[in-house]
């Protein structure tokens, strides 16, 4: 059976946290060009921690999704709440060195751009390693399935439409659909960091979401979520 923190007693979550992990998922509430919705990698998020409860519930207590994280990236758009990197790792610290016990801890998220706040936070996390931004953590190694996912269509490309697609097509405004920057993202980190996505792309996407289809989304949430528990029972042991 799957607890959820908010739906325990204190005594029952002390008799609990010993043999489980505590799962935080971090949503992210960021512009995702004119056709996929803003909260995007909340649902991707939401989705891949239901997969995870699914094949992993007796094993977890799960934390109510944080929805708002790191996305200074995009706030040169419209539609992004953001607190920074800095702050997000701040208050992660915070909340998990505040536990009195201190349980194993995972923390989940579907977006990429929290990775810097997750390094600086030291909790143990997952997030896409197919992501732009893994390349700048060194010590970290992309599982031959997942090679060639989200590179280079880091964000609102054909991915993650496919994605939403599989998951939620009444949000996904196919119509409204352009591509944005196609290019190799190494090359353009510089600007990336410095200038954001609009730095090198005004549709606020990176990526072309031509072609996005349903099957390639189950696909790659499968991918994902078999990465997702990998993680999982390395923390678990
Ligand atoms: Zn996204």
Do not use: C
């Not at 799957?2 to 971090?26: G, K, M």
């Not at 143990?124 to 599982?143: C, D, G, Q, S, Y």
């Not at 528990?229 to 923390?235: A, E, N, S």
């Amino acid at each position: 059976m799957t607890f959820t923190i908010a739906d325990l007693t204190r005594p029952e979550f002390e008799e609990l946290i010993h043999e489980r992990v505590l799962v935080i998922p971090v949503g992210s509430v960021e512009q995702h060009g004119p056709h996929l919705p803003i909260g995007t990698d909340s649902h991707i998020t939401a989705a891949l921690v239901d997969e995870l409860v699914r094949l992993r519930g007796e094993q977890l207590v799960l934390a109510p999704q944080i929805p708002i994280s790191a996305s200074d990236e995009h706030t040169s758009f419209q539609g992004t709440l953001s607190m920074g990197s800095n702050l997000l790792s701040a208050m992660l610290k915070a909340i998990t060195s505040h536990l009195s016990i201190r349980p194993r801890t995972l923390l989940v998220s579907a977006h990429g751009g929290n990775l810097a706040a997750f390094l600086e936070a030291s909790t143990p996390f997952w997030v896409p390693r197919t992501h732009v931004l893994i390349e700048a953590a060194a010590n970290w190694e992309l599982p031959a399935d997942a090679r060639g996912l989200w590179e280079p269509d880091a964000h609102a490309g054909r991915t993650e439409t496919s994605v939403m697609l599989a998951l939620r097509p009444d949000l996904v405004r196919l119509s409204q659909a352009v591509s944005g920057y196609n290019g190799p993202l190494s090359p353009v980190g510089a600007i990336l960091a410095t200038d954001g996505i609009r730095g090198v792309s005004t549709t606020g996407v990176l990526g072309d979401p031509s072609g996005a289809n349903r099957e390639e989304g189950l696909a790659i949430l499968a991918a994902l979520a078999a990465d997702l528990v990998r993680t999982f029972d390395q923390v678990n042991t």
